[in-house]
């Protein structure tokens, strides 16, 4: 078998063997196939795109590349959660926890922020002392024993899908829904849970900018967990504006403490309990309204704020840090953004806010940057809301005064504010399951 074979009949429109896709993919892992050859078929790929076969069975060679993490031991359906990345998305800190409470085992490894997008696992080091780095059985035994743990990625995870994703990155590939559905799935496969629910993002803070190409990207995703064996259920939420009222990594850990507590912003709220009901639905706790009364009542209850103390302490971080926020790292610097202006919040636009949220530290540009924990916006003002000139919009936090400033600009920037209060807008926008999409055209929320 010829890599160049391979290169050829992608490039004219051919279906690739699951044989010849295992060649690539273990050929490209151990460093046979040049990086030419694989861009190659890289671009083949975006030009003349992939079957459902064809994309299984790379997700499956990717997935197989390196460690799979073996749950069987844990009892219980697990299901995992995986976000396509926003501004302000804090919601694995909520549907995790309310999951685990409803007595749903959550075994996940989550990722660091990069760009304009948080990640959960540099949340939660924002709580002194918390670790999230932890051997296979360490993380495992946690499960075993308070049914969470949410670590960043250990071992030697879908390795063939972090040498490919470099070299898409740099090749103008990324951009394939094959190749991006592979990735995603391969690495939530080699994680090992049973079911999975995903959070796909539309809007101008997301990676799909559009419904229509986050609804392909959740059917591509769905149906490459049904092929190989998983259940999957897709959920498309709205990510033109951030979700809640807190972007930075402090800020956002005791946001997602008050909801747990019934006290947080409605729309991250809903999209945490929409989330998390379905993650009990996959584990067979019910019917769609018997999983959603079920998620309610783990946070009237007090049960799924316990939950995440427990993993918190059970990980070495300060659980009294989610009742007494003054633990929390705190900030050295704040100032209020002012309003131009007087009207109504016609809009927020998500990225810029993301853009705005790194510049003030809270984030970081490439892999490996220091990210200061206490540092993000607090926004006073939503789609919607009336607004005065003068009036704050937000408040921001960081260390350095020339960050405050940039951060500012950049925030104002994003906010937009008319004459007319702008129509309600849904949060959910569509549902995904193998047997079929149901679309929410109801408005909800802001």
């Known amino acids: 078998m010829r890599m160049y074979d391979l290169i050829l009949k992608k490039k004219e429109g051919g279906e690739l063997l699951p044989e010849e896709i295992r060649f690539f993919i273990q050929g490209y892992t151990a460093g046979e196939i040049p990086d030419y050859q694989a861009a190659a078929l890289a671009m083949a790929i975006c030009f003349r795109g992939m079957t459902e076969e064809e994309t299984a069975c790379l997700t499956m060679a990717m997935a197989r590349s390196g ?4 749950l069987s031991g844990i009892p219980g359906v697990k299901v995992d959660k995986h976000s396509t990345g926003g501004v302000g998305d ?10 685990a409470a409803c007595g749903v085992p959550v075994a996940k490894m989550s ?6 997008t948080g990640g959960t696992v540099d949340k939660l080091e924002a709580i002194p002392g918390l670790k999230t780095e932890m051997g296979r059985q360490e993380f495992l035994e946690q499960v075993r024993r308070i049914g969470l743990c949410v670590a960043g990625q250990s071992g030697n995870l879908a390795p063939a899908d972090k040498k490919l994703y470099a070299l898409r990155d740099v090749t103008a590939t990324v951009d394939s829904m094959p190749l991006i559905a592979a990735s995603i799935m391969s690495k939530k496969i080699a994680a090992g849970s049973d079911a999975i629910v995903l959070d796909v993002k539309t809007g101008s803070g997301a990676f799909m900018k559009t419904q229509a190409d986050a609804l392909a990207l959740a059917r ?7 092929k190989v064996g998983r259940r999957v259920m897709a959920v498309i939420t709205d990510m033109d504006t951030p979700l809640g009222c807190c972007i930075g990594n402090s800020l ?3 946001e997602a403490a008050k909801v747990l507590r019934g006290k947080g912003p409605e729309d991250l709220t809903e999209v945490s309990l929409e989330l998390a009901s379905h993650m009990l639905r996959l584990a067979g706790m019910g019917g769609p309204e018997e999983c959603r009364r079920r998620a309610r009542e783990a946070v009237e209850s007090g049960g799924a704020l316990e939950k995440l103390r427990q993993m918190v302490r059970a990980q070495g971080g300060d659980a009294l840090a989610l009742d007494d926020f003054s633990r929390f790292p705190q900030a050295g610097l704040c100032q209020e953004v002012l309003a131009r202006e007087s009207g109504y919040v016609t809009g927020v636009d998500a990225l810029a806010c993301g853009r705005a949220s790194v510049l003030l530290g809270a984030g970081r540009l490439k892999k490996g940057d220091p990210i200061d924990h206490a540092a993000g916006i607090v926004m006073l003002k939503k789609r919607g809301d009336r607004v005065e000139k003068g009036e704050a919009l937000a408040k921001i936090y960081s260390s ?6 940039e951060g500012q600009q950049v925030y104002l920037k994003a ?18 399951s193998r047997d079929g999409v149901e679309l929410c055209g109801e408005p909800s929320g802001r």
């Open 90 to 99: 804090k919601t694995t800190l909520i549907a995790a926890p309310v999951a």
């Open 400 to 405: 350095e005064e020339g960050k405050l400033a």
């Open 252 to 254: 956002e850990v005791m």
């Open 111 to 116: 990722g660091r922020g990069l760009g304009h």
């Open 67 to 70: 460690d799979l993490v073996d």
């Open 220 to 226: 591509e995703m769905v149906s490459i967990g049904e």
């Open 415 to 432: 906010v937009s504010i008319g004459n007319q209060p702008p129509q309600a807008r849904a949060l959910i926008r569509a549902r995904v």
